[in-house]
């Protein structure tokens, strides 16, 4: 079962990840990964909740340690920037 991903109708040159990077949609497909459409909003949201369910062996292994680091990230930047007098999504605060 392949994955199919719509295109806008106005989008007249659709550019898949399998194209943009050299690979095979059929290599992608059997490892039950999605190609979709670059230069398209494709309403995709992963729910890292499921990582661990995914069919593909990386994704169920690597997905949540991943997703959790770049939430960690974004935590330590949000917690250096409230130290060096940053107002969350505001900019420089007045001293």
């Known amino acids: 079962m392949g994955f199919v991903v719509a ?18 949609a059929n290599a992608l497909n059997s490892a039950k990964l999605l190609d979709p459409i670059l230069n398209s909003d494709t309403k995709l949201f992963i729910d890292p909740l499921l990582l661990s369910k995914s069919q593909n062996t990386v994704i169920k292994k690597e997905g949540r340690k991943a997703v959790q680091a770049s939430f960690e990230n974004v935590i330590g930047l949000l917690d250096i920037s409230a130290t060096e007098g940053m107002s969350h999504g505001r900019g420089p605060t007045k001293r």
């Open 7 to 24: 295109a806008r109708k106005s989008l007249v040159h659709p550019v898949l990840f399998s194209n943009h990077f050299g690979l095979s």
